[in-house]
């Protein structure tokens, strides 16, 4: 456990009315991450936060933001929700030993009608 | 970024040695190999990691080539709860510029009795 909370954890939302989703973690962490997970795809970056107002964009970013106001949190928007938007997202942080280890939260599941 | 190559799934019975292979041909001096499991509606847990040789944990042990362009996640007498997706991924520790992590698309362990 990472101490990472995510929240809404599932949502219904209508096509064209904005979502944001939330990720919060206890550990100060400077690395936090936002994938989202689809049949066929497996996980796939959609943004990521390297600290305090510093995010740059993954593999899939197109119709998110995302915005890191404070270490603790990092909030994933979808500006105008698509049904191709229908998912489930991953927020994850990275731990401080000498790899790379990610620690994952449980997910939000997120469908777009 | 090192791209990942897993097969897509597998089949094995309880009790059976099963060996997962990942290929990384582009791995850089660097990076790290780290493996993580998945049930179905969690997020990806850690598993175990490695760089170079051999490493054992007390659920699996991961080989790693002189060459290090591939790896091999081995789990000893798998049961049925071993049922899972098992994602192979390749980076390099930070280095304050920001990391992006891509997954690869995982390989579905099936365990029957």
């Known amino acids: 456990d990472a101490g990472i909370t995510q929240s809404p954890r599932h949502k219904v939302t209508e096509t064209g009315t904005p979502v944001t989703l939330r990720c919060h973690q206890t550990?100060?962490?400077?690395?936090m991450y936002w994938y989202r997970q689809d049949p066929g795809h497996g996980l796939r970056l959609i943004h990521y936060?390297?600290?305090?107002?510093?995010?740059d964009k993954g593999e899939v970013s197109d119709g998110y933001s995302v915005s890191r106001s404070k270490t603790e949190d990092f909030l994933l928007t979808l500006e105008s929700a698509t049904s191709s938007q229908t998912s489930v997202y991953f927020c994850?942080?990275?731990?401080?030993?000498?790899?790379?280890?990610?620690?994952f939260g449980e997910g939000s599941w997120l469908t777009v009608v | 970024l090192a791209k990942t190559t897993q097969p897509i799934s597998m089949d094995s019975y309880e009790g059976q040695e099963v060996n997962i292979t990942c290929s990384h041909n582009?791995?850089?001096?660097?990076?790290?190999i780290t493996w993580y499991q998945q049930f179905p509606s969690q997020g990806p847990r850690f598993i175990i990691q490695?760089?170079?040789t051999k490493v054992t944990n007390e659920v699996a042990s991961l080989f790693i080539p002189a060459d290090r362009k591939s790896s091999t996640l081995s789990l000893p007498r798998v049961s049925l709860s071993d049922t899972a997706v098992y994602y192979c991924?390749?980076?390099?520790?930070?280095?304050?510029?920001?990391?992006?992590?891509?997954f690869g698309t995982g390989t579905q362990l099936k365990v029957e009795l």
């Open positions: 994850a942080i990275m731990g401080r030993d000498s790899g790379n280890t990610i620690y």
């Open positions: 550990e100060n962490h400077r690395y």
């Open positions: 936060s390297y600290g305090v107002k510093d995010t």
């Open positions: 582009n791995i850089a001096t660097n990076d790290y």
């Open positions: 490695g760089y170079k």
């Open positions: 991924l390749v980076g390099a520790p930070l280095t304050g510029g920001g990391n992006k992590l891509t």
